[in-house]
């Protein structure tokens, strides 16, 4: 475990300090005085490094906020609204290197707004965020079985499948927020992250048409 983060600080030094990747694998495995079968018995490639950085965040995030004994007395909307500000948190530690990797994920930092929507979609297929994205979709999936049960997800035929999908889009529309958000203490990203999620929950929730859907159902079958 010690050379695994010997190598990912390595790594992250590197970018901060050249804005590129090391020219090879060879070479930085040089640098750390290990061979290079020592580092793919770790890593596959740079891609790697940054994979497991991202997941690294996510993983602290959640660990925290479980270890707190109040965070099991909230509710679903509560608790990720709880992730999210810890794990902005967590961002802000290295946030050179968060802006440094989501910027080459997005590969143009300027984009416009219907091209920031594109590059969105790229960055949810982008296997650096892929492990982030999967064990993110568990811990989704886990809150959203946790508010049925407590009826504040109103199950939907066709559409409950999706708020998995939804609230992965809603993280990268914060992290995308948070890495140009350039106010005082990042105070905008935590009203953001509040809005969010509340219209999430206020979205699926249970609403004044699951009222009528279920009052048409009720008289289509007792007509």
Known sequence: MEKLE???KSYTEFVLEHGT???SVFQFAK???IT?????EYYTSFEAIEADVWLAFFTQAKQTVEADAVYQTYSVREKLLAFYYTWIEVLKSQRSFVVYSYNRIRQNPAATPIQKAALRRRSTASPILRPFREAFTDFARDLLAEGRESKEVEPRPFLSERYVDGLWMQTLFLLDFWVGDVSKGFEKTDTAIEKTVNTAFDL???SPLDSLF?????IYQNK
């Open 36 to 40: 290079e079968a020592e580092f793919y």
């Open 21 to 23: 990747p090391p020219p």
């Open 204 to 206: 699926i929730g249970r």
């Open 214 to 218: 279920d009052l048409a159902k009720f």
């Open 31 to 33: 640098k750390l005085k």
């Open 6 to 8: 010997k190598i990912r």
